[in-house]
C-alpha cells in the first residue's frame, strides 16, 4: 500500500505537470522507477501502460475545452505512431540509454530558446505541416526509446515553430493516447514474440503502474482548464524553464555527479 500511494502521488504530480505544460509524465515517471531500480525497458512500458489511462482523460479535458487542433492533430499522429514503435522494438533490442545525449542537448537548446521567445513578440504563424511528419517520428521514437520524450520534444518543437501554446499542447497532449497505446502494443507484441527476454519482470511493476493510473487520472481533468486560463507568455515560460531544468537534470545523470 505504501508503495501504491507512493506512485499515486508521482502520477498525479506527473500527470498536473504534463497536462498543464504538454510533457513531462513519461520523463518524470520513467525517472522515478529507475531511480527504483526498474531497467530502462520496464520502465518504459510501465510508464506507457499507465499513460493509456491518463491520457486518455486528459485528451477528453483538452477536447472538452476546445484545445486540440485537428488539422495538426491528424499530421501529427501517423507519424508519432510509427516512430513509438520502432524505438519499443530498439529498446527490448539495444540499451535505450545511448540517446540520452542527444535528448539532453535538445532539450537544453529548445529550453533556452522558449524561455527567451516568452519575453519577446510571439509569433502566432500556423504551424508548417512540412516539419510535422519528421518532428512526430522523432518524438515518436525517443518517447519509447528513452521513456518519454513525445511531449519534451513534440511541444517543444511545434512551440519553437510558432505554434500557440494552448492548441500545441491540447493538440500533443490528445495525441499522446495513440502513441501510448500503439508502443504498449509494440511491447505486448516483443513479450508475445520472444522477442523480449527480460519481459517476465515487468509483472513485477504492477503495483507501481496502479499507482501512476490512479494519481494521473485524478490529476488528468484539471490539464484542460489550466492551459485554458494561463496567459501564452507565462505557458511558454513554464514550458522552458521545465525542459530547461529537466537538461540539466540529465545532464548531472549523465556525467554521474547524480
Known sequence: MEDFLLFAAVGFLAQSIDGALGMAYGVISSTVLLTFGVLPAQASASAHAAEMFTTATSGSAHLYHRN?????????????????MLG???????????????????????????LYR???RIPTNPV????????????GFLDAAGGGGWGPVATTGLLG????????IGTVNASEFLIALSVSLSFLATIVTG????????????????????????AAPLAGWIV???????LLRLVGSLITLLAGYQTLELTGVL
Not at 68 to 84: E, M, N, S, T, Y
Not at 204 to 218: E, H, K, P, Q
Request: charged share 15%; proline share 4%.
Open 128 to 139: 508548417k505541416l512540412a516539419i510535422v511528419a519528421p518532428l512526430g517520428a522523432t518524438a
Open 88 to 114: 519499443a522494438f530498439v529498446l527490448t533490442s539495444f540499451d535505450g540509454n545511448q540517446v540520452k545525449p542527444f535528448v539532453t542537448a535538445y532539450l537544453a537548446v529548445i529550453g533556452s530558446w522558449l
Open 118 to 120: 516568452s519575453f519577446h
Open 68 to 84: 486540440i487542433d485537428w488539422k495538426l492533430f491528424w499530421r501529427l499522429v501517423p507519424f508519432g505512431v510509427a516512430g513509438g
Open 195 to 218: 522477442h523480449w527476454e527480460q519481459a517476465g519482470e515487468f509483472r513485477d511493476y504492477l503495483t507501481s503502474v496502479a499507482g501512476l493510473i490512479v494519481g494521473g487520472v485524478i
Open 161 to 168: 515553430a510558432g505554434g500557440q501554446p494552448r492548441y500545441v
Open 228 to 234: 485554458k486560463k494561463l496567459r501564452e507568455r507565462t
